[in-house]
C-alpha cells in the first residue's frame, strides 16, 4: 500500500512541476523585454508633496505665525490673521483663533476660533509678510 502511494505520488509531482515552469514560460513571453523595471517607474514620477496642517505651516513662521495671514489652498479670498495658537504638548496639534479676511478687507472685527487647523491644505499668503521697520540707526550703519 504504501509503495502505491509513493508511485502515485511522482505522477503528480511531475504535474505540478510542469504547470509552474509553463506559468513562467508564459510570464516571460508576456512581459516586453525592453520595458523598465517596476521599481524605475516608479522612480521616474514625481512624488506628490504631502499638504501641511497650519501648525506645520506657522512652526517656521516668527512667533508661531501670530500676525500672518494663512488660508486653505482651495479658499478663494478667504483668510485669517492669526491672533492666538493654543498648542498641545505633542506640537503638531492645537486650536487657533484669528480674524477672518475676504477679499482684502476684514470681515469682523472680533478673532474666532478656527475649524480644521489640524487638517491639511494650509498655505501662508506672502503678502502679509510682516515689513521690518528701519531705523535711521541702522540706515547710518549701512551707508557708513
Known amino acids: 500500500m504504501a509503495a502505491a502511494l509513493v508511485n502515485h505520488r511522482a505522477p503528480v509531482t511531475r504535474a505540478i512541476g510542469f504547470l509552474l515552469r509553463s506559468f513562467d514560460a508564459i ?9 523598465p523595471s517596476s ?3 516608479v522612480a521616474e514620477k514625481p512624488k ?16 508661531w505665525g501670530i500676525g500672518y495671514k494663512m488660508a486653505k489652498t482651495h479658499w478663494r479670498d ?6 492666538k495658537i ?12 484669528g480674524i477672518r479676511y475676504k477679499a482684502g478687507l476684514p470681515a469682523s472685527d472680533a478673532p474666532i476660533k478656527l475649524s480644521g487647523v489640524n487638517k491639511r491644505g ?5 503678502e ?8 535711521p540707526k541702522a540706515e547710518e550703519q549701512i551707508s557708513v
Open 48 to 63: 506628490r508633496k504631502k499638504k501641511k496642517t497650519l501648525f506645520e505651516v506657522a512652526q517656521f513662521l516668527p512667533n
Open 122 to 126: 494650509w498655505k501662508y499668503i506672502l
Open 128 to 135: 502679509s509678510k510682516k515689513k521690518i521697520k528701519s531705523t
Open 39 to 41: 521599481t524605475a517607474q
Open 27 to 35: 510570464r516571460s513571453f508576456s512581459a516586453a523585454p525592453d520595458a
Open 86 to 97: 493654543n498648542l498641545y504638548k505633542d506640537g503638531r496639534h492645537g486650536k487657533a483663533w
Open 78 to 83: 478667504v483668510s485669517y490673521e492669526i491672533t
